[in-house]
C-alpha cells in the first residue's frame, strides 16, 4: 500500500513562491503517476499537475492551464518525494493541495495525501 503525505503549506502574499513537498511511503514501485490536486472551499477537486515514474525519473509533466508556466513538479527518487514548487503564486490559488499516486494496477488514483493547506492574500 501507498500512502503519500503532502507538507510545505502556509499563508503568503500574492506573488509569493511556496514549495510543497509529498513523501510516499509504502510499495512505491505500483505507483505509475504522481498527481497534485487542489480544492478551493465550495467548490470540486480539481487537477493540478501530474508526472509519470519511468525508471527513476519523472517523465510527461502535465499541468492545469491556470497553473502552467508558475507552477514546476519535480521528483527525488532517492528521496521517494515528490515536490511543487509554486511561483507568482495568486489568490485564486487559495485551496488544500493534496498529492495522490496512481496505481499501475487500477490505473486510477487511489493513494491519496491528507492535504495542505495553501492561502494567498491579496
Known amino acids: 500500500q501507498v500512502q503519500p503525505v503532502e507538507s510545505g503549506g502556509g499563508l503568503v502574499q500574492a506573488g509569493d513562491s511556496l514549495r510543497l513537498s509529498c513523501v510516499v511511503s509504502g510499495r512505491t514501485f505500483s505507483t505509475s503517476v504522481m498527481g497534485w490536486f487542489r480544492q478551493a472551499p465550495g467548490k470540486e477537486r480539481e487537477f493540478v499537475a501530474s508526472?509519470?515514474?519511468?525508471?527513476?525519473?519523472?517523465?510527461?509533466?502535465e499541468y492545469a492551464d491556470s497553473v502552467r508556466g508558475r507552477f514546476t513538479l519535480s521528483g527525488d527518487n532517492a528521496k521517494k518525494t515528490v515536490y511543487l514548487q509554486m511561483n507568482s503564486l495568486k489568490p485564486e490559488d487559495t485551496a488544500v493541495y493534496y498529492c495522490?499516486?496512481?496505481?499501475?494496477?487500477?490505473?486510477?488514483?487511489?493513494?491519496w495525501g491528507q492535504g495542505t493547506q495553501v492561502t494567498v492574500s491579496s
Open positions: 508526472s509519470r515514474w519511468v525508471l527513476s525519473s519523472l517523465v510527461d509533466r
Open positions: 495522490a499516486a496512481k496505481s499501475r494496477l487500477t490505473g486510477e488514483y487511489d493513494a
